[in-house]
T-cell receptor, first 113, second 116 residues
């Protein structure tokens, strides 16, 4: 059973518009959430994270929103650029348990020029 | 630090052969993870170590898979015998436990395994 779900395998967005990637989780023990970005032939790299004590974290063009009651988080990229085209993985962690990250299946974002 | 280093980058082998994947974690990191990426399952955790000790190997698909970490700077993932369904990209990652809070994991570039 997938504890972290990314229900959209792919997403296409025009350059300059907003990209919204969604992620849902089922485990109430998760209290720290991360987004990783992966280019072809490379390993995933950390992008942005959010703790469960916050509902928003912003870093430049990237903003992550957390809705704990809905067990939902989203990554917003504004404005989207062609270089943002990659696979984005949502991941969740429980700091209290020192457990490994649990990843979703990923969403492939294509930003069209 | 050069980051997490995996070798080989690509491996093509025949069904039934033994395959060994190698990983050098970031110096000072005390957690090491082996993940497998497939289209169907995304990134799935196979096994992880803390201070060279295997903590959870429940993600290892079968007894054909084994992993070792003989010291803090080296780990191997072995598949014996290999099967075509093992074809995937295998990632090694490491992280540090800083004051009881895990940092984000840093990934290697992966080993693309093809079993024919």
């Amino acid at each position: 059973d997938q504890q972290v779900k990314q229900n959209s395998p792919s997403l296409s967005v025009q350059e300059g518009r907003i990209s919204i990637l969604n992620c849902d989780y089922t485990n109430s023990m998760f209290d720290y959430f991360l987004w990783y970005k992966k280019y072809p032939a490379e390993g995933p790299t950390f992008l942005i994270s959010i703790s469960s004590i916050k509902d928003k974290n912003e870093d430049g063009r990237f903003t992550v929103f957390l809705n704990k009651s809905a067990k939902h988080l989203s990554l917003h990229i504004v404005p989207s650029q062609p270089g943002d085209s990659a696979v984005y993985f949502c991941a969740a962690d429980s700091n209290s348990g020192n457990t490994p990250l649990v990843f979703g299946k990923g969403t492939r974002l294509s930003v069209i020029a | 630090d050069a980051g997490v280093i995996q070798s080989p980058r690509h491996e093509v082998t025949e069904m039934g052969q033994e395959v060994t994947l190698r990983c050098k974690p970031i110096s000072g990191h005390d957690y090491l993870f082996w993940y497998r990426q497939t289209m169907m399952r995304g990134l799935e955790l196979l096994i992880y170590f803390n201070n060279n000790v295997p903590i959870d190997d429940s993600g290892m698909p079968e007894d054909r898979f084994s992993a070792k970490m003989p010291n803090a700077s080296f780990s191997t993932l072995k598949i014996q015998p290999s099967e075509p369904r093992d074809s995937a990209v295998y990632f090694c990652a490491s992280s540090a436990n800083v004051r009881g809070v895990n940092t984000e994991a840093f990934f290697g570039q992966g080993t693309r395994l093809t079993v024919v």
